[in-house]
């Protein structure tokens, strides 16, 4: 039985819908219980845990062989992703596939890339078997700048940096063939999409496919940062990001394309004129 933490988000989410759709026997582990309840009237197996109280987690775990672990972004990351590692082993659950990050460094000024690399360390010596996916930035995270775009700008601090970005729905298709198939144990994947963007070219991209121009602002960080606590991000997260893009992006520290979704999958991933095809509307005035 496999258990599929963030069954709610975007990336277990579709994990889930993957697995359900293939047959295979999984239980979903949601925070809240109205999260279990709509879950289980679209037929889904759900149990309620809550990694900020691991004591919830050894019932949720009963039974489970296989977990994939997932959590949001966060300042206790590290203490929520550690305690479910800890209470997996308790369980007697054999492996572990872990959404981790393709920057995680535990001495990056990105907290959530320090934060991955703190718990990918914790996993590889918990004596669980394990298997690590690294997914670059995800294609998704330009819905967060959907009404600038929809007025013509993409605005960004990224320079002149490119960005294999991945779509979500490729990273929870490696997800549910890893946790499905033998032979993975010990790997760490590093997930990309098919090419490298810099942001002038995908704003290129959204004028070729939303039928509007879109023109790329390479904005000073400060402003950068304003426009990501107007859009509701909390200072954290909004800082982290500046650092990630102003840093990572923009010093051109991103990986090139490992094309390691077609070898797993047998499928190659989603390029980014797919992904505006799909939000089109979102993206259009």
Excluded at 23 to 40: I, S, Y
Excluded at 139 to 152: S, T, V, Y
Excluded at 201 to 229: C, N, T
Aim: charged share 20%; with cysteine.
């Amino acid at each position: 039985m496999i258990l599929v933490s963030g069954a709610t988000g975007g990336i277990g989410g579709e994990v889930c819908r993957v697995l359900k759709e293939a047959g295979t026997p999984f239980r979903a582990l949601c925070r809240k219980q109205e999260q279990v309840e709509d879950l289980a009237k679209k037929g889904i197996d759900a149990v309620r845990g809550d990694f900020d109280r691991p004591e919830t987690l050894a019932a949720a775990m009963e039974g489970i062989e296989t977990m994939f672990l997932i959590t949001p972004q966060s300042q206790q990351q590290v203490t929520q992703e550690t305690a479910a590692i800890d209470a997996a082993k308790a369980a007697g659950i054999s492996r572990i596939v872990k959404l981790s990050a393709s920057d995680g460094n535990v001495r990056s000024p990105v907290p959530w890339a320090r934060a991955h690399a703190l718990i990918d360390h914790h996993l590889r010596a918990s004596g669980i078997g394990w298997t690590i996916l690294k997914p670059t930035a995800f294609m998704q995270n330009f819905l967060w700048f959907k009404d600038p775009i929809a007025r013509g700008y993409l605005p960004q601090v990224a320079g002149k940096g490119s960005v294999s970005w991945v779509d979500t729905r490729d990273v929870a298709r490696v997800a549910a063939t890893v946790l499905t198939k033998d032979g993975h144990e010990g790997a760490t994947y590093f997930l990309t999409g098919p090419e490298t963007l810099d942001m002038k070219e995908a704003a290129r991209r959204m004028s070729k496919v939303l039928g509007h121009k879109v023109r790329y602002l390479d904005l000073p960080s400060p402003l950068f940062w304003a426009l990501l606590r107007l859009t509701g991000n909390s200072g954290w997260t909004a800082r982290g990001l500046v650092v990630q893009f102003a840093d990572v992006v923009a010093g051109h520290h991103d990986i090139d394309p490992t094309f390691e979704i077609e070898r797993l999958t047998g499928t190659p991933p989603h390029d980014f004129t797919d992904f505006l095809l799909l939000h089109r509307q979102q993206f259009s005035r």
